[in-house]
């Protein structure tokens, strides 16, 4: 499967973002994923869903802000963020696997697209 990240930009402090995910195959094989790498730091898991949707998981430091979807319909997953702090700034990946459970590891790895937070 290939995956094409979009939605990424600059916004304030406080704002909102939604980041898509648009898979090549049908999404609904798939567990997805975002992940986040800020300069300097380790890649960190952000959020999963399930195939169904029906299991979420979110990382820490996003969870009451960040909400993940998808639409296998579409091939889509996608990832809308609220209140957005400095500290989100980062590269944003989607990714896709083919077990079960949405904190991964993960197989397949979408281009990054870019979401930086201004104060």
């Known amino acids: 499967v290939q995956l094409q990240a979009s939605g990424g930009g600059g916004v304030q402090a406080g704002g909102s973002l939604r980041l898509s995910c648009a898979a090549s195959?049908?999404?609904?094989?798939?567990?997805m994923a975002w992940f986040r790498q800020a300069p300097g730091k380790e890649r960190e898991f952000v959020a999963g869903?399930?195939?169904?949707?029906?299991?979420?998981g979110y990382g820490d430091s996003v969870k009451g802000r960040f909400t993940i979807s998808r639409d296998n319909a579409k091939n889509t997953v996608y990832l809308q963020m609220n209140n957005l702090k400095t500290e989100d700034t980062a590269v944003y990946y989607c990714?896709?696997?083919?077990?079960?459970?949405?904190?991964?590891?993960?197989?397949?790895w979408g281009q990054g697209t870019q979401v930086t937070v201004s104060s």
């Open positions: 195959g049908r999404t609904s094989s798939f567990v």
């Open positions: 990714a896709a696997r083919s077990g079960v459970g949405v904190y991964g590891p993960y197989n397949y």
């Open positions: 869903i399930s195939r169904a949707g029906g299991n979420i």
